[in-house]
């Protein structure tokens, strides 16, 4: 089931962005963040979002638009919102590199960039929980999702498969572990 898939997607997301938030505090407090930790938050936000996640939303939207135009403007542009997620994603990536090259940046401006990224995937994530998944499930037809599904095996992306799914729980696994690990180390 796609809904539940992509909203599963969405707290898996969360679990990241409340790590990059974690790193961001002791950032802020003027420690070492664990930037291992950081930079794979990162690629995972490149690689999933953009590549995988994002494309399944939109192929929704679409049929959304299409069986209830009202519902679809309540929502606005999707795929303008993860454009400017990709945006501000690259402005974190940007902004760590900078301190990780010591180039001189102000840590507050590192911050409002890292935060403002967070707080507006939380929001996205919420529009789409709360508006787009459920006038998806009443408004869209059996046939709809038969032919979102096809799109995307018709794809023959590698991406999009179990295989793929199941490399990025690891990918998280991964992520969560390293986590746990700098959190040892700085108790
Ligand atoms: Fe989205």
Not at 2 to 14: G, V
Not at 89 to 110: I, K, P, W
Not at 117 to 145: C, G, N, S, V, Y
Not at 170 to 186: D, K, M, N
């Amino acid at each position: 089931m796609i809904i539940e898939r992509l909203s599963q997607e969405h707290s898996n997301i969360e679990k990241l962005l409340a790590i990059l938030e974690r790193e961001l505090e002791v950032f802020d407090r003027g420690d070492r963040p664990d930037y291992e930790v950081i930079r794979a938050i990162i690629s995972y936000f490149e690689v999933y979002t953009e590549v995988y996640h994002h494309p399944q939303e939109e192929l929704v939207f679409a049929k959304l638009r299409t069986r209830d135009p009202c519902a679809a403007a309540k929502i606005g542009d999707l795929a303008q919102e993860h454009r400017g997620g990709v945006e501000r994603l690259r402005g974190v990536a940007q902004a760590v590199d900078s301190v990780l090259a010591d180039r001189e940046v102000l840590r507050r401006n590192v911050d409002a960039v890292v935060r403002d990224f967070i707080t507006r995937e939380r929001r996205h994530m919420q529009t789409e929980d709360r508006d787009l998944f459920p006038a998806a499930l009443k408004a869209l037809k059996p046939q709809d999702w038969t032919e979102i599904a096809s799109a995307l095996t018709a794809r023959k992306d590698p991406l999009f498969s179990d295989v793929t799914e199941e490399r990025f729980d690891v990918l998280r696994q991964h992520i969560l572990l390293l986590e746990q690990e700098a959190e040892a180390e700085r108790r």
